[in-house]
């Protein structure tokens, strides 16, 4: 028996989990690379809270964070889509917008654009947005 082809949304959460290991992985050698931790501190349990001096690995960290916040989000809307056999047209669109503009976020937010930045940050809102109307229609 043939296997259905994914759904893009689904098809999108799994770009959006190496997005987020990459996410991950970034942040986490910022910190190593900055220099300003030690490799000890880094491998061990963490229980001081040192902030890097680095703006970058700053950066890298609160733009991980700010990810980490509209995330179940996505997950749960992505799921409920294909669960419910709604999956394209806005559902779509909305997984894509949501995971292209997250990819530019990052970018935006570590080379320390400010508006630029919060806008594409209110277009990954519109694509939770769109996965919502899709849902409930």
């Given at each position: 028996?043939?296997?259905a082809?994914?759904?893009?949304?689904?098809?999108?959460l799994?770009?959006?989990?190496?997005?987020?290991?990459a996410?991950?992985?970034?942040?986490?050698?910022?910190?190593?690379l900055?220099?300003?931790?030690?490799?000890?501190?880094l491998?061990?349990?963490?229980?001081?809270?040192?902030?890097?001096?680095s703006?970058?690995?700053?950066?890298?960290?609160r733009?991980?964070?700010?990810?980490?916040?509209?995330?179940?989000?996505f997950?749960?809307?992505?799921?409920?889509?294909a669960?419910t056999?709604k999956?394209?047209d806005?559902?779509?669109?909305?997984?894509?917008t949501?995971?292209?503009?997250?990819?530019?976020?990052?970018?935006?937010?570590?080379?320390?654009?400010?508006?630029?930045?919060?806008?594409?940050?209110f277009?990954?809102?519109?694509?939770?947005?769109?996965?919502?109307?899709?849902?409930?229609?």
């Amino acid at each position: 028996m043939e296997a259905a082809a994914a759904s893009t949304e689904i098809w999108v959460l799994g770009w959006s989990v190496v997005l987020l290991i990459a996410h991950i992985l970034v942040q986490a050698l910022s910190l190593d690379l900055a220099g300003d931790l030690s490799v000890k501190y880094l491998l061990g349990p963490r229980d001081e809270n040192r902030a890097s001096k680095s703006a970058v690995a700053g950066r890298l960290l609160r733009s991980l964070s700010n990810m980490l916040e509209t995330y179940p989000a996505f997950i749960a809307l992505a799921l409920a889509l294909a669960v419910t056999g709604k999956t394209g047209d806005l559902g779509a669109v909305g997984a894509m917008t949501w995971l292209l503009a997250r990819v530019a976020y990052a970018i935006l937010y570590v080379a320390g654009v400010p508006l630029l930045r919060t806008i594409v940050w209110f277009v990954s809102i519109i694509g939770l947005v769109l996965m919502v109307v899709r849902l409930m229609n």
